[in-house]
């Protein structure tokens, strides 16, 4: 991937709650931090899975990218968010096109929101409106997102707006609505489109979402956890649309999870993420066959197999800690087997306020003092 220029780069990204309308302190206490320095990079056309149990942060960091965390109470205390509209392979990611989302604009910052960056969320029932038609709801895509100009880079979007009129010209938007929702699996889009949301099941409801996130060839797609209101027999369907979609025009994909079933099946790669840290990151399959972070290890092997004779599954000790609770050290470590097995020496490390070292592999990296 060095050769390649990131649709979105995060760098050290730290998010902390308890902040008043003027950035100070709410009721006099410390505000409470729940990441710590998360850093990733997404590149074009790519499958990017953030992964983890509940409350480790995901959706913190997922929702931080567009800063559409709960205002005034949550806020970017540290870092950046470079997000790149115009990245390409070929391009060097020096060349000063990418803007810091934690710090732009608002106003820069809304013509972002959907037009480059979209989002789907958990609940397609809450994501669509009960009272008005989904082909209403597909076209005013048209009205406040797909022909939006790009915020960082207004010289260089205008060709891709004027692409995106000229398509307009020849295809009317609902034509373009219609093709979309045929490419993800319906045989009878004209039904769907005169169909309010409760008359569509929780499957049909998120690939319209799918499509009304795609409909404005958004650079970059946040799928946070699309499948858990789904039937499981449902969630391959799903996901197998949002990646064949993707893929046909090139979005990258940020793909919050828990299942690391799902992130073995469809992600390019893998960041693992642990009481508001990264604590390891690579491709997919060298994560899943080769874990380095213990934690890691324990998420692979608690995954139940058809073929296995054990009736009783493997599961981590303990549960993810309260943001008030965190070590600054290593946080997993009141939770590692490896550390409670390791020397003296080592267990020291892991329960001091040292930060684990970082240990890497090519592109496979982890953060522990006992990862292997």
């Known amino acids: 991937m060095s050769n390649r220029s990131p649709v979105l780069s995060v760098k050290e ?74 990245a390409q392979d070929s391009r060097n990611a020096d060349d000063g096109n990418a803007c810091d989302l934690a710090t732009l604009p608002l106003k820069d910052l809304q013509s972002v929101r959907g037009s480059e960056i979209a989002c789907i969320f958990q609940e397609p029932m809450q994501a669509l409106n009960p009272v008005v038609t989904i082909k209403k709801q597909l076209l005013e895509v048209f009205k406040f997102g797909a022909v939006s100009k790009s915020a960082q880079s207004k010289q260089d979007s205008s060709q891709s707006q004027k692409d995106c009129h000229s398509r307009l010209d020849r295809e009317s938007p609902l034509d373009l609505v219609r093709e979309q929702l045929r490419l993800a699996g319906f045989t009878d889009p004209d039904r769907v489109l005169n169909s309010y949301p409760h008359e569509l099941s ?69 960041a693992v993420m642990y009481a508001g840290r990264i604590v390891e990151e690579g ?74 070292t970082k240990i890497a592999e090519a592109d496979h990296f982890a953060y522990c003092f006992c990862a292997k």
Request: proline share 7%; hydrophobic share 40%; with cysteine.
């Open 13 to 86: 990204v730290s998010v902390a709650f308890g902040f008043d309308k003027n950035d100070n302190s709410r009721d006099g206490r410390k505000p409470l931090q729940v990441t710590d320095r998360v850093s990733f990079d997404i590149f074009p056309g790519e499958f990017f899975a953030l992964v983890g149990e509940s409350g480790c942060g995901k959706s913190v960091t997922a929702m931080s990218i567009l800063r559409l965390l709960p205002w005034p109470s949550a806020k970017i205390v540290n870092g950046e968010i470079l997000f790149d509209a115009m």
């Open 202 to 270: 929780g499957g049909m409801l998120q690939r319209v979402c799918i499509v009304m996130a795609l409909l404005p060839k958004p650079k970059l797609i946040i799928a946070d956890e699309p499948t858990t209101a789904l039937d499981v027999t449902v969630q391959a369907q799903v996901l197998a649309v949002l990646k064949e979609m993707a893929e046909k025009t090139g979005t990258a994909v940020l793909l919050i999870t828990h299942n690391m079933g799902i992130v073995s099946q469809y992600a390019h790669r893998v």
């Open 283 to 356: 491709p997919v399959r060298e994560v899943i066959n080769h874990p380095m972070h213990p934690y890691t290890q324990g998420l692979l092997a608690a995954i139940p197999e058809s073929h296995s004779d054990l009736h009783t599954l493997a599961s981590i000790p303990g549960s993810v800690p309260h943001p008030k609770d965190f070590a600054k050290g290593c946080r997993f470590a009141d939770r590692c087997c490896k550390c409670a097995q390791a020397s003296a020496e080592v267990r020291e490390k892991c329960l001091s306020a040292e930060l684990p």
